[in-house]
């Protein structure tokens, strides 16, 4: 087997086919009315406590004001809600509504099964191959403009 073919192929094609079966497992039923980037959006504003725009928008890696687009919209359609601190009332919490959450973990279910589907046959060894082979080209791509 050519290795360098198949990796090739795989990182030049991966990418999007992961955005278009997620968009088709997704964007279904009753979350027709949302994009994937704004389940990525709900994702990142979690089930934790609330979170305030910065944190989420550094997590994106997005402006606050891209940001502040994507949550108007998430919070007219009922995803999102907005709270003032109570340490200091400047300051805008974001947090998941009840159809939020449930948006959250149907996205989280995809990624589930996503990454049960790869190690579910792999042993330890191969498993760890697979973890360092992944983080590696993280920083790749994270440190690729700098």
């Known amino acids: ?7 090739n192929d795989v ?29 990525h959006v709900i994702e990142a504003i979690g089930i934790q406590e609330p979170r305030n725009m910065s944190s989420v928008s550094r997590d994106l890696s997005v402006t606050v004001g891209t940001l502040t687009t994507a949550v108007n919209s998430l919070v007219k359609k009922g995803y999102v809600k907005r709270v003032r601190s109570e340490e200091d009332r400047r300051v805008v919490l974001i947090s998941l509504t009840p159809k939020g959450e449930k948006a959250y973990y149907h996205h989280k279910g995809f990624h589930d099964k996503m990454v049960l589907s790869v190690l579910q046959d792999l042993n330890a060894q191969e498993t760890e191959s697979l973890t360092r082979a992944l983080v590696k080209l993280q920083k790749f791509f994270r440190t690729y403009d700098k």
């Open 1 to 7: 087997m050519d290795h360098y073919k198949a990796i």
């Open 11 to 39: 990182l030049v094609n991966l990418f999007n086919e992961i955005l278009d079966i997620e968009q088709k497992a997704l964007i279904n039923g009753e979350y027709k009315d949302i994009s994937v980037n704004d389940m």
